[in-house]
């Protein structure tokens, strides 16, 4: 029970084929009462309760600061304690870089990257307090190799805001024992990319990846586990690829 006693917020985890849920998932078999916070309450709701009664979701916006504040208000109201954030939350939009528009920037930035900066600043002061946390960042490979297969040029752009974004937070942080890591997975298996590769795209994509397997949302979890435990307690402001080999440094 690598996660006996804590307290975990993980943000856009209400879809069951996703990332955050999978990482909801696993935090609550090994021991953490895990906080669901996703745009639809019901939704999120719904999500917790199905890893058991001591679990909670709530509804809100990442991208705003008064929902954020008052969504982790009812946490530490609740359970009086936050260990563990999953700054999960993001979205995405396959759109040349000719044609980004105006509002195609401020969606991407605003949830990947505003919305974990908010989040984070939420969770900071109680973490400073108990003079212990864990945040893990989830970005992508995209960042790390300009573009990628669902994401255009804004969300490469988003994504790496947050590696440096993170690393910063680590560096601030780091004397009040608080720590700051980023997981930067590759192509996973999610409702994202659900019925839109072909059978041609998929086998020139394995072609790339030394695994030879695309990624599933299990991956991710185990990476966040190992994040937001002890395990990783002499790690922060690092990026974990998790990406089957398609991006080797």
Do not use: W
């Not at 019901?42 to 309760?49: K, P």
């Amino acid at each position: 029970m690598l996660l006996k006693d804590k307290v975990a917020v993980i943000t856009g985890a209400a879809s069951v084929r996703g990332l955050g849920f999978a990482t909801a998932k696993l935090y609550a078999e090994q021991g953490a009462k895990v906080v669901i916070i996703d745009l639809n309450a019901e939704a999120s709701r719904a999500a917790a309760a199905s890893l058991g009664d001591q679990h909670l979701g709530l509804a809100a916006n990442v991208c705003n600061e008064l929902q954020v504040n008052a969504a982790i208000e009812q946490v530490l109201g609740k359970y009086g304690r936050i260990d563990i954030l999953v700054n999960n939350a993001g979205i995405t939009q396959p759109i040349k870089l000719m044609d980004i528009k105006r509002e195609n920037y401020d969606a991407v930035l605003d949830v990947s990257l505003r919305g974990t900066l908010l989040m984070s600043q939420a969770v900071i002061p109680t973490m400073r307090a108990q003079k212990s946390g864990s945040i893990v960042c989830i970005s992508s490979v995209s960042a790390q190799r300009g573009g990628g297969i669902f994401g255009g040029p804004h969300y490469s752009a988003a994504k790496a805001g947050v590696l440096g974004l993170a690393k910063a937070m680590a560096r601030e942080l780091g004397p009040d024992n608080v720590r700051v890591n980023c997981i930067t997975p590759g192509l996973i298996q999610t409702d994202i990319t659900a019925g839109k590769l072909s059978d041609e795209m998929k086998t020139s994509i394995l072609a790339g990846i030394p695994l030879n397997r695309l990624g599933d949302a299990q991956d991710i979890a185990r990476a966040a586990l190992f994040l937001g435990s002890d395990l990783s307690s002499y790690s922060t402001g690092i990026t974990l690829d998790v990406n089957g080999g398609m991006l080797i440094h």
